[in-house]
């Protein structure tokens, strides 16, 4: 049993068949990548994982428990943290400043203390904020507004403050979109500084095949919403269908 299992989800839009059938399975402390083209099915399977969408058929569990009919803060409180596809960021606050306010939660209109172990004042979450910071080397450019960033590092924010939430599980959703590939091998380094780190499984949604088979154990190819093939990233590369229908002649 994988800490993320997912069996024979189903959902369509209208006529649309979005997932038909998907069976998932990531063991923990791994990386597990989802591959396939635009229309695929990947991000609506990522939706159905956080509570942003419910499939019509199927389970979903982490850990042991159905993320089914929860709220996304409940998914999220449960150990599930999400990077989006655009780093999702508070451009008028400090970088320190957005990593403090995940610790916080917002229930009945009023804030109150996320539930983090050992942090119980302010003075701690801006300790373990900084922390956080260390962790993907932004403690240096913990003063400047999120505005102001690159997409970079936008996207090392986005991390820490998913980091500080001190997630079971990390999704994330095209980590590496829009960057230069300098900025995309420093992505590489840091998501597996950061597996090696603090022990968390990740489940990485990814066109860049170079990213994929430099952070992947095993990876999962959706075709129009169905699974075709889960393999190793060896086995993946070599498979007819897959490079056939995704990979093409490119260089993996």
Known sequence: MGILEVKGVNKRFGGLQALGDVNLSVAENTCHAIIGPNGAGKSTLLNCLVGKLIPDSGSVMFDGQSVLGRKPYEINQMGISRVFQTPEIFADLSVLENVMIPCFAKRDGAFRMHAVESVESEAGIREEALAMLEDVNMADKKGMLGSSLSRGDKRRLEMAMCLVQRPKLLLLDEPTAGMARADTNNTIELLNTIRDKRNITMCIIEHDMNVVFSLAERITVLAQGTPLVED????????????EAYLGEAQV
């Open 232 to 243: 190793t990233p060896d086995n993946i590369k070599g498979h007819p269908k897959v490079r």
